[in-house]
């Protein structure tokens, strides 16, 4: 068996992107000739699609005989540029922030190292779009390639060190970008150097350049030589950008070049824009749907559309030489579901709520069976004689998911029905468990999913016990993503003002949910999301760092929200990769108002013991 172990898009070459690489049904919108900004937390597939999308992606993406019919219809007539971002450009903004005290200083070496490897990666790109003029059009060719000689190499090298401040011209793409490092180098060495400001006083003395203005200035140079070319740029990761240059980017999608698309990545919430710059963009700033695109990426607030997620773990288990069928039968064979109270079918599972009830009833449950009391429900039995739709909402579609849930998690022991009768062993974990319900704890999430069918195609390999194997992958896969959400650190502020960490913010809403749904009285719609109402601004923060984790999914079908700028109203949930921590169920309910910071009455102690997941607690 052989198991695809790349789980981050950053490590990989665009070849070995482009050669499994599967296409969203949102591909062509992303490939298309406009303004775009693709919208999301880490992990969704941001870094994978934009790189498929540079030269050498698309090549082996034309390659690949099963995609002959999706690529057809789409217009690659349009020279790739890809721009990752630098992975210490936060790093270097902390530390400089610190060694200098001059605003003027700090924004000068800030920008010079930002605009100085955007040319670098530039450069790379263009030289990936090459094709040797002596080759002619042969099959090299394609809509995205460009011709150039040597001696046109050597006039736009040239030109470039010129119009870019380099020290001395250049006459290869590969001396430009080295003059780039260099150029890089001394940025850096005036931080390096300080106390001793000899460097920074160099430093201080290069002009002050516009990356989108030099951008516009190589598309002049190589148009010089080969006219009626299209760009598309495309910038990774710019959440981790310097503001200021954000801010530039967002406002430039409105009017840039016609020449050229500006393609980037954002966090859902939009924190590079104060309040009186975001009144101002209002009147003045880029429109969605006018001046540009918006993709989002991640998983729905309610409905989800798993298709695509379907689509990645079937490509999984092919590269492992496992059906997904034989991969899904093994999931829903665990013991740890309650028998009878699912039937399993290609298209996902139905729940048996005759089953549920009585499972609710065996499992304890006196508040569930005295609310079906009161509704004419005395046995099982007598919810199959339930007719009339509203009827059923009331007794069925509403409260059956809602019990189910309670069944795995309550404790039939002699107590009285209160915090201390819940299990708090990974013995619950059995809700979470089959094949659908493992789908939705990755939220859709494609390095999630490979996670999570990268543990359990393994478990299969060796033929552990089903339930065994999943209540260790669903512990070990809560405990990354919450290490995850947990290394969100602020962009603003000092973190030892803050009043809560992220995660201690997430903990505190999913528990506040959780008490009420596993509390003494049964509610047959209980609060399973939150909706900001005039929030205590010193949560503000964590909050805005909770939703770009993946924390908590936000409502963006409604209100206008594709792009977050400001918390109130915004609706919101748990999400399911965090489920499992604090006992909540897959499913989306009516919201809670939240102003301030809820109060509950759990402790740690009371969550599941995720490190001794084998702990079985009666």
């Not at 989002?296 to 298709?307: M, R, V, W």
């Not at 909402?393 to 107590?415: F, H, N, T």
């Not at 949910?513 to 209980?526: A, H, I, K, M």
């Not at 079908?557 to 999400?575: A, H, N, P």
């Amino acid at each position: 068996m052989r198991i695809n172990s790349s789980f981050n898009a950053r490590n990989a070459t665009p070849r070995q992107i482009a050669e499994s690489f599967v296409v969203p049904d949102y591909f062509e919108q992303v490939a298309a000739f406009h303004n775009l900004v693709l919208v999301g937390p880490r992990g969704l597939g941001k870094t994978t699609i934009m790189k498929a999308l540079t030269a050498s992606g698309l090549k082996y993406l034309h390659q690949r005989d099963d995609l002959k019919g999706v690529l057809r219809d789409i217009d690659f007539g349009y020279v790739p540029i890809y721009i990752p971002a630098e992975s210490i450009w936060r790093g270097n903004a902390q530390s400089i922030s610190g060694a200098l005290s001059e605003g003027h200083e700090r924004d000068h070496i800030l920008n010079g190292l930002f605009v100085d490897h955007c040319l670098h990666q530039l450069v790379s790109s263009f030289e990936d779009a090459l094709v040797n003029a002596d080759l002619g059009s042969g099959e090299d060719f394609h809509p995205w390639s460009v011709f150039l000689t040597e001696i046109e190499e050597k006039k736009v090298c040239n030109e470039c060190s010129k119009f870019w401040g380099l020290h001395r011209a250049q006459n290869s793409f590969v001396g430009l970008k080295l003059a780039l490092l260099q150029r890089s180098n001394e940025y850096r060495s005036a931080i390096t150097s300080l106390p001793d400001r000899s460097a920074l006083d160099i430093a201080m003395n290069y002009p002050k350049y516009d990356f989108l203005l030099m951008l516009k200035g190589f598309f002049d140079i190589v148009g010089s030589l080969r006219s009626g070319l299209r760009w598309s740029v495309c910038f990774d990761e710019m959440e981790i950008a310097p503001k200021r240059v954000l801010i530039q980017l967002y406002e430039n999608l409105r009017s840039f070049d016609q020449r050229a698309v500006l393609k980037f990545s954002l966090f859902p919430y939009i924190d590079f824009y104060s309040f009186e710059q975001r009144m101002a963009a209002s009147e003045r700033g880029p429109t969605d749907g006018q001046d540009f695109h918006t993709v989002i990426l991640a998983n729905k607030f309610a409905n989800p559309d798993y298709s695509l997620a379907k689509r990645l773990i079937t490509n999984e288990c092919a590269l492992a030489g496992t059906h997904i069928g034989e991969f899904a039968s093994y999931l829903n064979s665990s013991s740890a579901i309650h028998r009878g109270t699912r039937r399993f079918t290609d298209k996902g599972f139905e729940r048996d709520y005759v089953a549920i009830h009585a499972m609710a009833a065996q499992a304890g449950d006196k508040s569930y069976v005295e609310y079906m009391r009161r509704n004419g429900i005395n046995k099982s039995g007598d919810l199959q004689a339930v007719t009339g739709e509203k009827k059923r909402a009331q007794l069925i579609r509403k409260p059956a998911p809602i019990a189910e849930v309670r069944s795995y998690y309550l404790v039939k022991g002699g107590k009285r029905l209160d915090i201390d009768s819940r299990r708090t062993s990974a013995k619950g974990f059995g809700y979470y468990h089959g094949y659908d319900q493992i789908l939705a704890l990755t939220e859709g999430n494609p390095r999630a999913i490979k996670y999570y069918v990268t543990d359990l195609l393994r478990s299969l390999a060796r033929k552990e016990n089903s339930a065994v194997a999943q209540n260790r992958a669903i512990s070990r896969n809560v405990d990354r993503f919450r290490a995850l959400v947990s290394a969100h650190t602020y962009s603003r502020d000092i973190v030892s003002d803050q009043v809560q960490s992220p995660l201690q913010l997430v903990d505190k809403l999913g528990d506040a949910l959780s008490e009420v749904l596993l509390g003494p009285e049964f509610q047959p719609e209980p609060s399973l999301s939150y909706e900001v109402k005039r929030l205590n601004p010193v949560l503000s923060d964590a909050l805005v760092l909770a939703i770009n984790s993946g924390a908590l999914v936000v409502d963006q079908s409604t209100g206008g929200k594709q792009l977050i700028f400001d918390l109130e109203g915004c609706r919101f949930r748990v999400s399911h990769r965090l489920a499992p921590f604090y006992k909540l169920p897959t499913i989306t309910g009516q919201p809670r108002m939240l102003s301030g910071l809820p109060t509950t009455r759990l402790s740690y102690r009371d969550q599941p013991d995720l490190l001794n997941w084998e702990k079985d607690d009666g």
